[in-house]
């Protein structure tokens, strides 16, 4: 299924090496977001843009940077200085409008393994 | 600050049992809470929104905002309901704030 679609899968990298995550989304969402998911510990978002050319920390930034260029794309970068990278990481896209009905798409995910 | 508190991991029940996941919340502004699913090898997705007051596969959430919860409850579970669930918090910036989940099991 379409909507949003998150590349590679897996993914591995060595220790110290900088890896980008992709995030495409064809819903015509102005907000998108990363969150990362480890076990016990839910959904913590990392990284949102609520329209082209903006972006804002989450409650887990550090080590991570984003770029917001194209409606449709947000790519997630996973720099060295992440202590602890390996996670599932998830994008989810949101119409912008009114508030209360609107919800959170979300993508399958890329797992990321720091060997 | 705002947090969300889903205090079980786990939760077994039997098919045709009645059902619970508890939510709790903290926030200081007016509260709109989700709850979101995820079944196993599919993607995330909306369960209930407060605001909505629906039913969906049977499940209902009621806001109380006196005792600060949000539970989601099942009069009867199906095994098809084994999933993740999450509950959430929208925010002012207009973020979602997620608990830890609580992975529920429907044994047949």
């Known amino acids: 299924d379409g909507g949003i679609t998150q590349s590679p899968k897996y993914l591995f990298r060595k220790e110290g090496q900088n890896v980008t995550l992709s995030c495409e989304q064809n819903l015509n969402h102005d907000a998108m977001y990363w969150y990362r998911q480890d076990p016990g510990q839910g959904l913590r978002l990392i990284y949102y843009s609520q329209i082209v050319n903006d972006f804002q920390k989450g409650d887990i930034a550090e080590g991570y940077s984003v770029s917001r260029e194209k409606k449709e794309s947000f790519p997630l970068t996973v720099t060295s200085a992440q202590k602890n990278p390996t996670a599932f990481y998830l994008c989810a896209s949101m119409a912008s409008g009114t508030r209360s009905y609107n919800e959170q798409f979300f993508g399958p995910g890329t797992r990321l393994t720091v060997l | 600050a705002q947090r969300v508190t889903q205090p079980e991991k786990l939760l077994s029940v039997f098919k045709g049992a009645p059902v619970e996941l508890k939510c709790n919340y903290s926030?200081?502004?007016?509260?709109?809470l989700f709850w979101y699913v995820q079944y196993s090898r599919q993607r995330l997705q909306l369960l209930l929104r407060h605001i909505s007051r629906e039913s969906i596969k049977g499940f209902t959430a009621d806001l109380n905002k006196g005792e600060t919860s949000f539970h989601l409850k099942k009069p009867f579970a199906q095994e098809e309901d084994s999933a993740m669930y999450y509950c959430a918090l929208r925010t002012g910036a207009n973020n979602l704030f997620f608990g830890t989940g609580t992975r529920l099991t429907v044994i047949p």
């Open positions: 926030y200081s502004g007016s509260p709109e």
